[in-house]
């Protein structure tokens, strides 16, 4: 399995920016996509984005579109997610993950198999 460590997690003001880093160790981070999901206060955990390990491919939730970016720096085993036009709506605890089979792109959760311990991202009105 991969070892996951999610930083870069704040509060910011609404319209501000935050940038998540996952930090990846174990086995061969290259060979697996990664994703990007969050959870909020007496929600299901939801799809953010997600980036393949073949050609660097990106898929985002209609949400999130055209405000973060996902990416990945493999020799350097960490991937991030840039968030820019922070919402109060955003507000969550935010997770990266790692998809070793199966179809890309998957929004669905069950379909990742390692996790990170998760950070906060609370955007104030």
């Known amino acids: 399995q991969v070892q996951l460590v999610e930083s870069g997690g704040g509060l910011v003001q609404t319209g501000g920016s935050l940038r998540l880093s996952c930090a990846a160790s174990g086995r061969t981070f290259s060979r697996y996509a990664m994703g990007w999901f969050r959870q909020a206060p007496g929600k299901q955990r939801e799809f953010v984005a997600t980036?393949?390990?073949?050609?660097?491919?990106?898929y985002y939730a209609d949400s999130v579109k055209g405000r973060f970016t996902i990416s990945r720096d493999v020799a350097e085993n960490t991937g991030s997610l840039q968030m820019n036009s922070l919402k109060p709506e955003d507000t969550a605890v935010y997770y990266c993950?790692?998809?070793?089979?199966?179809?890309?792109?998957?929004?669905?959760?069950?379909?990742?198999?390692?996790w990170g311990q998760g950070t906060q991202v609370t955007v104030s009105s």
């Open positions: 993950a790692t998809q070793k089979d199966g179809i890309w792109p998957t929004t669905r959760y069950t379909n990742f198999d390692s």
């Open positions: 980036i393949s390990w073949i050609g660097g491919r990106t």
